[in-house]
Structures are given as structure tokens and as C-alpha cells.
């Protein structure tokens, strides 16, 4: 760092320029009383040392103060608060940006810390009170129908409520698996393991798993899936084919279709998930990867939020790209593309 250069060297000239005045001084004053006794010459030599010692000692303290001890104790009342969890800290750096020494370098890191920090603990709050709410619901649902169960002799009746708390408690389960998979790749270094695998055989497998679903909606699926041979992590990849395929499923209507199709373009294996479906308006575009975000609350009841920001951090994990391209009433487009 060149500032840091600058300083070093200054700080030797200083040293030198105080050794030599004093030395300087010390001759100058042994010239006006050299003709004296050795007594006399000798006291004088003390007294100047002395005083240009003290004068230049007092003159440090008071550097030392300013340039050292005040931002130094800025710094540490400032790590102390964080540490105590106030990240609102805000540091004023001396210098102007390109002239930073080493305490405006410090102040100007802590300061991106604690911005990153306050990020962080929004979203911790957040995340705490979305997931409150979606665990919430269906273990109302579980308790109500408990309840319902145990006081009903009808048998039909009490097989549409067995059949309902099935339904919670995978939707229970669902979210919590999510909820732990999503902490997994975000709090963890995650060593992926890659090895080689054929992407079309890995997709075939993830759309035979929805077939009955498929069956059920009467949805038309069209496949188009090239012999591809590619390098990844075919585990971490299944928890976005299967999330991709279940939200096609999920927002077309009975009788639409589903595409999904494979390709080498580019240097990329690009994978194309699409749906003839209700596709997305565009602010819900802006927020379709954020956790417990859903734009169409007609199928909230149907998922937790977490499937896409699942995706979103995989791909992220694995080195891809994924976008999105929606038109309302028309249907939705992802592409995924793994290098």
C-alpha cells in the first residue's frame, strides 16, 4: 500500500531530522560555551539535551493522542458495541478516499462489516418470522383435525380428516426438510462432490418421478433431452430438477403442457423448464428467488416458498446461471446452465 510506504519513510525522516537537531543543538551550545569550565560546559549540554527532549517528548504525546490513541479508541469503542449486537456503528474516516491510512482502512472495513451485518440480522428476523408463520399453519391444521377426529363416528368423515392431516404433516415435513437443506448450503462450506453423469438419464428420472401428477392434471408433457455426459453434482442438481418440475406441474392448468428440454449451447448444458401456465407479473419476477416469497397466493397452500431460493442457492453453489421469462396468462420459462 503505497500510504503505508509514504508513512514508513516519513516516519524514518522524522527520526533522523529529531536525532540530528539535537545532535546539532548539542553543538551549537557546546560553540557558545566551550571557552567555560568543563563543568559549566557539560550542565549546559544536559540542560539543552534536556529541554529539546521534553519539548520534542510533549510534542509526541500530543501526536501520539491525536493520530494514534483517539482513532484507536474509536476503534474500540466501536468492536465493542458490535460485539454487544448494535451494528448501527458508523466510523468517520479522516482522510479522504486514496489518502486512507491504516486506522481509515480499519474504519472503512468495520464499517462494511456492521452494513453487512444489519443486512444479515433483518434477514435473520425475517426468516425467524416467515418461518413461525409457515410452521404455524399446518400444525393448526394438525391440531384442529386431531380434535375433529377424535369426536367424529362418521367413517367418511374421519377419512377425509385422516386424509387432511396426511396432507399438513407433509406439508410440515416439506418445509422443515427445506428449511434444513437451505441452512446446509448457506452456513456450511459444502465440499461438492462432481463426478460425471449423463444429464438426460437425470432429467428422465426427475420427470418419471411426477408422472402421477402428470396423469392427474392431464397435463401434456413434451421432452426434448440431448445425450449429454457433464460434470456436476447429479444430488444437488435433483433438488432443482425436482423443484422446477413441481412448480410447472403446479401452475398449469388441467389439459396444458410442460416442456422440459437439455442442450450444449455456448460451452453450457442448458436445461429448459417450461409450462403453459399462469405465469408471472414482473415485480413478482424481481422477488421469485427470495426465501417464503409467493406471487400467486392461489397456490400457497400448495408449497412454503423456499423451493426457488433452494434452486437459486444450489446453482449458486455449483457455478451456474439461472433466469427467469414469464408473460401472465402465458406461462413460464426457467433455464438453468451448468458449465
Not at 394438525?142 to 377426529?149: G, Q
Amino acid at each position: 500500500m503505497k500510504t503505508s510506504k509514504l508513512k514508513q519513510f516519513l516516519g524514518y525522516l522524522l527520526f533522523f531530522l529529531t536525532t540530528a537537531f539535537i545532535v546539532t543543538a548539542s553543538f551549537i551550545t557546546y560553540e557558545i560555551v566551550k571557552r567555560q569550565s568543563p563543568q559549566i560546559i557539560s550542565i549546559a549540554l544536559i540542560i539543552t539535551i534536556f529541554e529539546i527532549s521534553a519539548v520534542l517528548t510533549i510534542a509526541d504525546v500530543i501526536r501520539r493522542k491525536i493520530m494514534i490513541e483517539r482513532p484507536l479508541k474509536e476503534i474500540l469503542d466501536a468492536t465493542e458495541k458490535i460485539a454487544l449486537g448494535d451494528f448501527s456503528v458508523k466510523l468517520k474516516v479522516r482522510h479522504k478516499y486514496g489518502s486512507y491510512d491504516e486506522y481509515d482502512l480499519i474504519k472503512e472495513y468495520l464499517n462494511i462489516m456492521t452494513a453487512e451485518l444489519s443486512k444479515n440480522e433483518v434477514l435473520k428476523s425475517d426468516f425467524i418470522s416467515n418461518v413461525s408463520h409457515e410452521i404455524k399453519t399446518p400444525v393448526a391444521v394438525i391440531k384442529n383435525y386431531s380434535v375433529l377426529l377424535e369426536k367424529e363416528n362418521d367413517p367418511e368423515k374421519r377419512a377425509q380428516y385422516r386424509r387432511e392431516l396426511v396432507h399438513a404433516s407433509n406439508r410440515l415435513s416439506s418445509l422443515v426438510g427445506n428449511i434444513l437443506k437451505l441452512n446446509k448450503l448457506e452456513n456450511q462450506e459444502l465440499l461438492v462432490e462432481k463426478k460425471a453423469f449423463r444429464l438426460d438419464e437425470a432429467l428422465t428420472n426427475a420427470i418419471l418421478a411426477f408422472e402421477s401428477e402428470l396423469d392427474k392434471k392431464e397435463i401434456n408433457l413434451e421432452c426434448e433431452l440431448d445425450e449429454m455426459t457433464i460434470v456436476s453434482s447429479e444430488s444437488h442438481l435433483e433438488i432443482v430438477w425436482n423443484n422446477l418440475i413441481s412448480n410447472a406441474i403446479k401452475f398449469t392448468e388441467n389439459g396444458g403442457t410442460v416442456r422440459v428440454r437439455s442442450r450444449f449451447e455456448d460451452g453450457y448444458a442448458t436445461v429448459e423448464v417450461s409450462d403453459t401456465g399462469c405465469g408471472i407479473d414482473a415485480e413478482t419476477g424481481k422477488h421469485i428467488f427470495d426465501k417464503f416469497y409467493q406471487g400467486d397466493t392461489s397456490h400457497s397452500g400448495e408449497g412454503n416458498g423456499l423451493g426457488l431460493a433452494l434452486v437459486k442457492r444450489v446453482i449458486d453453489t455449483l457455478g451456474g446461471e439461472i433466469s427467469v421469462k414469464s408473460e401472465v396468462g402465458k406461462g413460464t420459462t426457467f433455464t438453468v446452465r451448468i458449465k
